[in-house]
C-alpha cells in the first residue's frame, strides 16, 4: 500500500486542539500543540524482523533509535544535538519524529549530515520561505496591479457550495514543499522509509478522525510535509483521501513509534516550550497560552515516562525564551543544542563506536544523486476549474531536455504566481523511455471567486478627512483560455465602482505572454474643494477656500494589450469619458460662474506601459516601477455661463520610483509628472497637489493644475524583523517638492515648493496604516492619520 499506514500505539486517538493553538504558536506565544490522549487499548505492533538486532554479525549492539520533537522554530536545535552525536560517533540506526523533528529528522534519514543541514539552515531566507505568495516580482502586471487597490494580506472565497470561505491557512507551505522536494530527491525511488540509508517513520494526525498516522512508505516529501501542518498555520495536506495536520497534536514526542520500529535503545530529544510564569498570565492571550502549554507538557511527560531511565536518555536543551516563530536564530537555536546533548556527553560515549565501525557505519548511509533521464512528458495532476497546460510550453522544462531542479522549481512557481493552487509541486516518475515530469497542483477550494476587503481612512485632526470601504472580486478562468471578470466597488466619501473584462486571445508566447483584450469601464463620484490660485511666493496657509464641486465621472475603454513576462505590460486602447461638475457649496464673493455646473465629454486614443519590479506595493523593501501613460483626442466642453466649445487635447502622465535597503534601513525615491494641453474647466486643472506624501503641508487638492512635477524622498527603517498582526513596523520621514502649473508656459522649476513628513507605519491586513506630523515652509503644520495608500 502507497502512502500512510496507521500504526497503532499507546498515544493512538487524542482530541484535536483548535486553531487557536496554531495561531498562538506562529506568534510566537507556545510551543506546538499536543492534545491529551484518550484512553485506549491498541493492538501492539511487532517490530520490522530485520531491525531487531544492528551492528555486524561478529559485533552486535543494541539498535539506537533517535525520537525529535515537535516545536516549530526551537525544532532548529535538533540540528545541533546531530552534531554532537555524528563528533561523539553515536550511531543513528532508526529515527521517528514529528512536525519540525520529522523534518529535521527524515533529511537526516536520507543521509543528509549534520554539517550540510547547519549549511543549508544558515542560508534560508525564513521569511520567504513561508510568505504567503510567491515574491511579487515573477507575478503577472494583472496580479501586481490589484495590490494598488487594496491590500493581498487577506483573501475570502467562494467554497464549490457557494458558501464564504476564508484561506485554510495564514502561511503558505509553498517554499516549505519545493525546499523538501529539492532535498530528497536522491532517495525518491525508496520503496520504503525503511529503505532509507536510516529508517524512518513521521507522524501525522487524521483532522476528520483525531486518529495519529504514522508515515512508514510513500513520497517522503509529502511526509515530512503532512507531519508539519499546523492548523490555521499551514494548509492540511491531502494524502490518499486523508486530510491531515500537524502530528504535534496527536504524538509530539513519538517514543512509541521509534520502540516500534525495534529500536533498544532510545534518545529522545524534547524542544517544548516550558510553561509560562505568572507575569505572563494577566490577559486572556497569556491565559489561553498556558493552558496549551499545560497540555503540552502532559502530553510530553508521557511519552517521556516511556523512557528507560537507565538505558534510554533524554535531552532537553535550554532554550529559554525562543518561540516557535524564530526562524531568524537559526545559529543561536543550533548552539543550544549543541550543549544541552553535550551535557550526556559522559552517557553517550557507552554507545560511541570505534573509528574503524564509524567510518562504515558513516559509508553505509552516505547518499548520491541518482543520475535522471531526459524528459520525455510533462502532464499537470489536480487541475478542474484551471487549464495549467495551456502553460506547457512556456515552461523551461521541456521534453527532451536533461531533469534540471533550477528550471522545476521555477516552473512550479511560474504556475502558483497565478494564485489559484493551494499547493504547487512537482515530481519525477520513471517511465519506460526516460522520465516523467509531473506537476501537482491543487485548487484553492475557495476559488475560482476571490474577494478581498480594503479600507482607507484619513484624518487631519482638524475635521477634515474621509471614510471609504473597499470591495473586490475577482473570477478567475471564466474559459479554457484564461478569461477573468474583476470588479471594484468602494462605498464612501468617493463612491466608485470598476468593472474588467479580460480576456487572453490564447496566443501563448515562449515568455508567458499572451495577447489580450480588456473591456472597462469606471463610475466614480468625489467631492473637490477648489481653493483661491496661489501666487509663486505666496503663504498657502492662508488660502480662501473658494468652494467645493461634485464631480460625476464615466469612463469606458475597450484595450489590446500584451504582457511582458513578469516585467509589466503594455496596453492600447479606445477610452471613452464624460464629467459633469456640480457646485455644492460656494464661498462669497466667488464669481458667478462658480454657481453654475458644466460639462465635458470626450474621446481619446490610449497607450501605457507598466514596468514593476517592486517587491512590496507598501513600504517596498527593494525594485522600481515605471508607468507611462499617454491619451490624445477631442473633447466638447458645456459652460452655462461660458462659452463651451470642442478641442483637441493631449495628456501626458508618468510615474517612476526606485527602492534600495541596506539592513532595516530604506531609501525609496520617487518622481511624478503630469502634462495636460487642454482648457480649464471652472479654473480647475486637470491634476492636483496637497495632502499626506502628495506635497505634505498642504490641504489635499490645494494645488490645481494641468502641469504637476512632484517629486520625494522617502526613507524608512523597519522596527521588528518578525512580524506579529502585520508585515511590519516602520519609523520614517520624507523630504517633498512639487508644483502644480496652469499650463506649460507657467512652469518654473526654480518656484518648486517643498513639504516633508516624519511618520510612524504599519503594513497591515487592510492597507498600509501612518501616523504622522506634516510640514511645508509655506505650507501649514499638521497630523495626519492615513489607513491606506496615499
Same mark, same amino acid.
Given at each position: 500500500?502507497?502512502?500512510?499506514?496507521?500504526?497503532?500505539?499507546?498515544?493512538?486517538?487524542?482530541?484535536?486542539?483548535?486553531?487557536?493553538?496554531?495561531?498562538?504558536?506562529?506568534?510566537?506565544?507556545?510551543?506546538?500543540?499536543?492534545?491529551?490522549?484518550?484512553?485506549?487499548?491498541?493492538?501492539?505492533?511487532?517490530?520490522?524482523?530485520?531491525?531487531?538486532?544492528?551492528?555486524?554479525?561478529?559485533?552486535?549492539?543494541?539498535?539506537?533509535?533517535?525520537?525529535?520533537?515537535?516545536?516549530?522554530?526551537?525544532?532548529?536545535?535538533?540540528?545541533?544535538?546531530?552534531?554532537?552525536?555524528?563528533?561523539?560517533?553515536?550511531?543513528?540506526?532508526?529515527?521517528?519524529?514529528?512536525?519540525?523533528?520529522?523534518?529535521?529528522?527524515?533529511?537526516?534519514?536520507?543521509?543528509?549530515?549534520?554539517?550540510?543541514?547547519?549549511?543549508?539552515?544558515?542560508?534560508?531566507?525564513?521569511?520567504?520561505?513561508?510568505?504567503?505568495?510567491?515574491?511579487?516580482?515573477?507575478?503577472?502586471?494583472?496580479?501586481?496591479?490589484?495590490?494598488?487597490?487594496?491590500?493581498?494580506?487577506?483573501?475570502?472565497?467562494?467554497?464549490?457550495?457557494?458558501?464564504?470561505?476564508?484561506?485554510?491557512?495564514?502561511?503558505?507551505?509553498?517554499?516549505?514543499?519545493?525546499?523538501?522536494?529539492?532535498?530528497?530527491?536522491?532517495?525518491?525511488?525508496?520503496?520504503?522509509?525503511?529503505?532509507?540509508?536510516?529508517?524512518?517513520?513521521?507522524?501525522?494526525?487524521?483532522?476528520?478522525?483525531?486518529?495519529?498516522?504514522?508515515?512508514?512508505?510513500?513520497?517522503?516529501?509529502?511526509?515530512?510535509?503532512?507531519?508539519?501542518?499546523?492548523?490555521?498555520?499551514?494548509?492540511?495536506?491531502?494524502?490518499?483521501?486523508?486530510?491531515?495536520?500537524?502530528?504535534?497534536?496527536?504524538?509530539?514526542?513519538?517514543?512509541?513509534?521509534?520502540?516500534?520500529?525495534?529500536?533498544?535503545?532510545?534518545?529522545?530529544?524534547?524542544?517544548?516550550?516550558?510553561?509560562?510564569?505568572?507575569?505572563?498570565?494577566?490577559?486572556?492571550?497569556?491565559?489561553?497560552?498556558?493552558?496549551?502549554?499545560?497540555?503540552?507538557?502532559?502530553?510530553?511527560?508521557?511519552?517521556?515516562?516511556?523512557?528507560?531511565?537507565?538505558?534510554?536518555?533524554?535531552?532537553?536543551?535550554?532554550?529559554?525564551?525562543?518561540?516557535?516563530?524564530?526562524?531568524?536564530?537559526?545559529?543561536?537555536?543550533?548552539?543550544?543544542?549543541?550543549?544541552?546533548?553535550?551535557?550526556?556527553?559522559?552517557?553517550?560515549?557507552?554507545?560511541?563506536?570505534?573509528?574503524?565501525?564509524?567510518?562504515?557505519?558513516?559509508?553505509?548511509?552516505?547518499?548520491?544523486?541518482?543520475?535522471?533521464?531526459?524528459?520525455?512528458?510533462?502532464?499537470?495532476?489536480?487541475?478542474?476549474?484551471?487549464?495549467?497546460?495551456?502553460?506547457?510550453?512556456?515552461? !523551461?522544462?521541456?521534453? =527532451?531536455? #536533461?531533469?534540471?531542479?533550477?528550471? @522545476?522549481? $521555477?516552473?512550479? *512557481? /511560474?504556475?502558483?504566481?497565478? +494564485?489559484?493552487?493551494?499547493?504547487?509541486?512537482?515530481?519525477?516518475?520513471?517511465?519506460?523511455?526516460?522520465?516523467?515530469?509531473?506537476?501537482?497542483?491543487?485548487?484553492?477550494?475557495?476559488?475560482?471567486?476571490?474577494?478581498?476587503?480594503?479600507?482607507?481612512?484619513?484624518?487631519?485632526?482638524?475635521?477634515?478627512?474621509?471614510?471609504?470601504?473597499?470591495?473586490?472580486?475577482?473570477?478567475?478562468?471564466?474559459?479554457?483560455?484564461?478569461?477573468?471578470?474583476?470588479?471594484?466597488?468602494?462605498?464612501?466619501?468617493?463612491?466608485?465602482?470598476?468593472?474588467?473584462?479580460?480576456?487572453?486571445?490564447?496566443?501563448?508566447?515562449?515568455?508567458?505572454?499572451?495577447?489580450?483584450?480588456?473591456?472597462?469601464?469606471?463610475?466614480?463620484?468625489?467631492?473637490?474643494?477648489?481653493?483661491?490660485?496661489?501666487?509663486?511666493? !505666496?503663504?498657502?496657509? =492662508?488660502? #480662501?477656500?473658494?468652494?467645493?464641486? @461634485?464631480? $460625476?465621472?464615466? *469612463? /469606458?475603454?475597450?484595450?489590446? +494589450?500584451?504582457?511582458?513576462?513578469?516585467?509589466?505590460?503594455?496596453?492600447?486602447?479606445?477610452?471613452?469619458?464624460?464629467?459633469?461638475?456640480?457646485?455644492?457649496?460656494?464661498?462669497?464673493?466667488?464669481?458667478?460662474?462658480?454657481?453654475?455646473?458644466?460639462?465635458?465629454?470626450?474621446?481619446?486614443?490610449?497607450?501605457?506601459?507598466?514596468?514593476?519590479?517592486?517587491?512590496?506595493?507598501?513600504?517596498?523593501?527593494?525594485?522600481?516601477?515605471?508607468?507611462?501613460?499617454?491619451?490624445?483626442?477631442?473633447?466638447?466642453?458645456?459652460?452655462?455661463?461660458?462659452?463651451?466649445?470642442?478641442?483637441?487635447?493631449?495628456?501626458?502622465?508618468?510615474?517612476?520610483?526606485?527602492?534600495?535597503?541596506?539592513?532595516?534601513?530604506?531609501?525609496?525615491?520617487?518622481?511624478?509628472?503630469?502634462?495636460?494641453?487642454?482648457?480649464?474647466?471652472?479654473?480647475?486643472?486637470?491634476?492636483?497637489?496637497?495632502?499626506?506624501?502628495?506635497?505634505?503641508?498642504?490641504?489635499?487638492?490645494?494645488?490645481?493644475?494641468?502641469?504637476?512635477?512632484?517629486?520625494?524622498?522617502?526613507?524608512?527603517?523597519?522596527?521588528?524583523?518578525?512580524?506579529?498582526?502585520?508585515?511590519?513596523?516602520?519609523?520614517?520621514?520624507?523630504?517633498?517638492?512639487?508644483?502644480?502649473?496652469?499650463?506649460?508656459?507657467?512652469?518654473?522649476?526654480?518656484?518648486?515648493?517643498?513639504?516633508?513628513?516624519?511618520?510612524?507605519?504599519?503594513?497591515?491586513?487592510?492597507?498600509?496604516?501612518?501616523?504622522?506630523?506634516?510640514?511645508?515652509?509655506?505650507?501649514?503644520?499638521?497630523?495626519?492619520?492615513?489607513?491606506?495608500?496615499?
Amino acid at each position: 500500500m502507497n502512502g500512510p499506514c496507521l500504526l497503532p500505539n499507546p498515544c493512538a486517538t487524542r482530541p484535536v486542539l483548535h486553531r487557536l493553538a496554531a495561531v498562538l504558536l506562529v506568534l510566537g506565544l507556545c510551543g506546538p500543540a499536543r492534545a491529551e490522549p484518550a484512553p485506549t487499548e491498541p493492538a501492539p505492533t511487532a517490530p520490522s524482523p530485520r531491525l531487531k538486532t544492528c551492528g555486524t554479525a561478529q559485533q552486535p549492539r543494541p539498535c539506537v533509535g533517535l525520537v525529535l520533537s515537535g516545536g516549530g522554530a526551537r525544532g532548529l536545535a535538533h540540528v545541533g544535538v546531530l552534531k554532537v552525536l555524528e563528533r561523539e560517533r553515536i550511531p543513528v540506526d532508526l529515527i521517528a519524529g514529528t512536525s519540525m523533528g520529522a523534518i529535521i529528522g527524515g533529511l537526516f534519514a536520507s543521509g543528509m549530515g549534520a554539517a550540510e543541514l547547519e549549511r543549508e539552515l544558515l542560508a534560508l531566507d525564513w521569511e520567504a520561505l513561508f510568505a504567503s505568495r510567491v515574491p511579487r516580482e515573477t507575478l503577472s502586471q494583472r496580479r501586481k496591479e490589484e495590490d494598488f487597490e487594496i491590500s493581498p494580506a487577506v483573501e475570502i472565497g467562494l467554497a464549490r457550495d457557494g458558501s464564504p470561505m476564508l484561506p485554510l491557512g495564514s502561511v503558505s507551505s509553498r517554499g516549505l514543499e519545493l525546499l523538501l522536494r529539492r532535498y530528497t530527491l536522491p532517495v525518491r525511488t525508496a520503496p520504503h522509509f525503511d529503505a532509507l540509508p536510516i529508517p524512518f517513520r513521521a507522524v501525522a494526525t487524521d483532522m476528520e478522525s483525531g486518529a495519529p498516522v504514522v508515515f512508514e512508505r510513500g513520497d517522503l516529501a509529502q511526509a515530512l510535509r503532512a507531519s508539519m501542518s499546523v492548523p490555521a498555520v499551514f494548509p492540511p495536506t491531502d494524502v490518499d483521501a486523508r486530510v491531515l495536520g500537524d502530528g504535534g497534536l496527536v504524538d509530539n514526542l513519538p517514543v512509541d513509534v521509534v520502540r516500534a520500529l525495534g529500536a533498544q535503545v532510545v534518545i529522545a530529544v524534547n524542544i517544548g516550550t516550558p510553561l509560562a510564569a505568572r507575569d505572563t498570565l494577566g490577559t486572556v492571550l497569556g491565559l489561553t497560552a498556558q493552558m496549551i502549554n499545560i497540555l503540552t507538557e502532559q502530553n510530553v511527560q508521557r511519552s517521556i515516562a516511556g523512557l528507560d531511565a537507565e538505558r534510554d536518555l533524554l535531552i532537553a536543551p535550554e532554550l529559554g525564551k525562543i518561540t516557535a516563530a524564530d526562524f531568524g536564530r537559526v545559529r543561536e537555536l543550533i548552539t543550544l543544542g549543541e550543549s544541552g546533548a553535550q551535557a550526556l556527553q559522559p552517557r553517550l560515549q557507552a554507545l560511541a563506536l570505534p573509528a574503524p565501525e564509524w567510518a562504515a557505519h558513516q559509508a553505509a548511509r552516505r547518499r548520491e544523486w541518482p543520475q535522471t533521464a531526459p524528459i520525455t512528458s510533462v502532464r499537470f495532476e489536480g487541475a478542474d476549474i484551471t487549464s495549467p497546460q495551456r502553460l506547457a510550453g512556456a515552461l !523551461a522544462s521541456q521534453p =527532451g531536455q #536533461p531533469f534540471d531542479i533550477d528550471r @522545476a522549481e $521555477a516552473d512550479t *512557481r /511560474a504556475l502558483a504566481a497565478s +494564485g489559484d493552487y493551494l499547493h504547487a509541486d512537482y515530481g519525477l516518475e520513471d517511465l519506460p523511455a526516460g522520465t516523467g515530469l509531473v506537476f501537482r497542483l491543487e485548487e484553492k477550494p475557495w476559488g475560482p471567486h476571490y474577494f478581498r476587503l480594503g479600507l482607507d481612512v484619513a484624518s487631519d485632526f482638524v475635521g477634515r478627512g474621509e471614510f471609504n470601504l473597499k470591495l473586490s472580486h475577482n473570477r478567475h478562468w471564466l474559459n479554457e483560455a484564461g478569461g477573468e471578470w474583476r470588479n471594484r466597488l468602494q462605498i464612501g466619501s468617493v463612491p466608485r465602482w470598476h468593472t474588467e473584462w479580460y480576456q487572453p486571445a490564447g496566443l501563448l508566447l515562449a515568455d508567458g505572454g499572451d495577447t489580450f483584450v480588456s473591456v472597462h469601464s469606471d463610475v466614480e463620484r468625489r467631492r473637490i474643494n477648489v481653493y483661491a490660485p496661489l501666487a509663486p511666493s !505666496a503663504d498657502a496657509a =492662508g488660502a #480662501p477656500l473658494l468652494g467645493r464641486f @461634485a464631480r $460625476a465621472h464615466w *469612463r /469606458a475603454g475597450i484595450d489590446l +494589450g500584451r504582457p511582458l513576462g513578469s516585467w509589466g505590460e503594455w496596453r492600447l486602447g479606445v477610452v471613452r469619458q464624460a464629467q459633469h461638475f456640480s457646485p455644492e457649496i460656494v464661498a462669497g464673493g466667488s464669481s458667478v460662474s462658480a454657481l453654475e455646473s458644466s460639462r465635458a465629454q470626450e474621446w481619446a486614443l490610449r497607450g501605457a506601459l507598466l514596468l514593476d519590479q517592486l517587491d512590496h506595493v507598501s513600504f517596498p523593501r527593494r525594485g522600481w516601477r515605471v508607468r507611462l501613460v499617454g491619451e490624445v483626442g477631442r473633447r466638447w466642453v458645456a459652460e452655462s455661463v461660458l462659452a463651451g466649445g470642442t478641442e483637441s487635447f493631449h495628456r501626458l502622465e508618468a510615474d517612476a520610483n526606485t527602492v534600495t535597503s541596506a539592513g532595516p534601513h530604506t531609501l525609496d525615491a520617487s518622481l511624478r509628472l503630469r502634462h495636460a494641453h487642454q482648457g480649464l474647466i471652472q479654473g480647475l486643472g486637470y491634476y492636483t497637489l496637497g495632502g499626506f506624501h502628495n506635497l505634505s503641508g498642504y490641504q489635499a487638492e490645494q494645488l490645481s493644475g494641468n502641469e504637476v512635477l512632484l517629486g520625494r524622498l522617502t526613507y524608512t527603517v523597519r522596527l521588528n524583523q518578525r512580524p506579529v498582526l502585520t508585515r511590519g513596523f516602520f519609523a520614517g520621514a520624507s523630504l517633498e517638492a512639487g508644483n502644480a502649473w496652469a499650463r506649460s508656459s507657467e512652469v518654473d522649476l526654480g518656484r518648486l515648493r517643498g513639504g516633508g513628513s516624519v511618520f510612524l507605519g504599519a503594513d497591515t491586513g487592510l492597507g498600509p496604516l501612518y501616523f504622522g506630523l506634516t510640514w511645508a515652509p509655506r505650507g501649514s503644520a499638521g497630523l495626519y492619520l492615513q489607513l491606506g495608500r496615499p
